[in-house]
């Protein structure tokens, strides 16, 4: 689709720009105010990304029960203790490997193996819109079109198009952010804060943009790993 998204702002522009002054820069576009749009296809079954991420979340839910367990063998001594903690978190840990694995390969099946994502990012923050499975391609990339100026209608409409037709969405602001990791292999910037994670996808060769762009906007003291 990026390919083919790509190809259709080329063709509709002259020497890479749109008829409100938008320019073209590898799978992303850039409007006049300097806010880049793009469209990325995350693939269940290639980039692990999602299933990382929500492992994580699990591995630090098994901290509660693995703590308490602990906590009420200790009448019987610290050796039976830790023995019983070991055995609730096998337990546990087993349960929720299976229940995570089954969990996922029903989501990357009713998502057709692809999480689709639209992100809008300028200079104070980045949203990252989960797009609707009947969102189909053709529409997500009409949409982008009309938002990049390139079919010439309203860019407000459009707008308020791409929010409606969105299933869930999160922005982050910039200032907000206390940590970043970078992580070219999965395509992903990790934006971290205080109480928010996001993550932002793009194609390996739009990395480099993105990141400047974040980099360039987020407080100085950022963690940058």
């Not at 830790?82 to 840990?93: D, P, S």
């Not at 407000?156 to 969105?166: C, D």
Request: aromatic share 8%; hydrophobic share 45%.
């Amino acid at each position: 689709m990026l390919r083919f998204l790509r190809e259709l702002c080329r063709s509709a522009t002259f020497g890479g720009r749109g008829n409100g002054g938008e320019r073209i820069i590898g799978n992303i576009v850039k409007d006049q105010n300097g806010t880049l749009t793009w469209v990325y296809e995350l693939s269940f079954w290639k980039n692990p990304v999602i299933l990382i991420t929500v492992a994580k979340v699990l591995m630090l839910s098994l901290a509660v029960p693995v703590v308490l367990a602990f906590v009420l063998g200790l009448e019987n001594g610290i050796a039976e203790a830790g023995t019983l903690a070991l055995t609730v978190l096998a337990i546990c840990g087993a349960i929720l490997g299976v229940l995570l694995v089954v969990a996922y390969l029903m989501i990357g099946i009713i998502y057709g193996g692809k999480y689709q994502v639209l992100f809008r990012m300028d200079d104070k923050g980045v949203h990252h819109i989960q797009l609707k499975r009947q969102y189909d391609r053709a529409k997500a990339m009409g949409l982008l079109t009309a938002l990049a100026g390139l079919a010439g209608g309203n860019l407000t409409a459009a707008g308020a198009g791409l929010l409606a037709a969105s299933r869930q969405s999160m922005y982050t602001r910039f200032s907000e952010v206390r940590s970043i990791r970078f992580s070219p292999k999965r395509d992903t910037i990790y934006l971290n804060g205080s109480l928010s994670r996001n993550q932002v996808y793009a194609p390996i060769e739009d990395l480099p943009l993105v990141r400047d762009h974040i980099l360039s906007r987020c407080r100085k003291d950022v963690k940058v790993r």
